[in-house]
């Protein structure tokens, strides 16, 4: 049983690897997607952005963000949402980077892979004369 405290009130709760935050959070939390699903369910609304569900609904947007990377919010219905590239910030509607910074990612690891095989190539030899082989 792992005691920790909420990040989001700060109240001290049984961690589960389900729930990440306390029960009175996780309830809240539950109210607020129940008013976007709301929001969404009008057809009209499905075209709306990041900003505009925020405006309409009062939910914070990183609370949308959680609700989309956790498979709650699906973006197949939605064409305007997305949320941010984890290292540069641009919109994206599936995985954690953008294809720009997926692809620079991979040419630096392509390139870090080449230097690390470069090293082990590299055989530093040394030579002794007969004296210093013989002990002499």
């Known amino acids: 049983m792992n005691l920790e405290n909420c990040p989001v009130c700060g109240r001290l709760f049984v961690y589960s690897p389900f729930r990440d935050i306390c029960p009175s959070c996780h309830e809240e939390e539950e109210r607020q997607f129940q008013t976007v699903v709301q929001f969404l369910r009008r057809r009209e609304n499905r075209l709306a952005t990041m900003e505009q569900i925020v405006d309409a609904t009062g939910v914070p947007e990183t609370l949308l963000v959680k609700f989309i990377k956790s ?17 540069c910030g641009k919109l994206i ?37 007969d004296k210093e082989r013989n002990g002499r």
Do not use: H, I, W
């Open 93 to 129: 509607r599936e995985g954690r980077m953008c294809p720009d910074c997926s692809k620079d990612l991979q040419g630096q690891l392509e390139m870090a892979k080449k230097e690390e095989e470069q090293k082990k190539k590299q055989v530093f030899r040394t030579y002794y004369t």
């Open 71 to 87: 498979g709650r919010l699906t973006l197949a219905q939605l064409p305007n949402l997305g949320y941010p590239c984890d290292r």
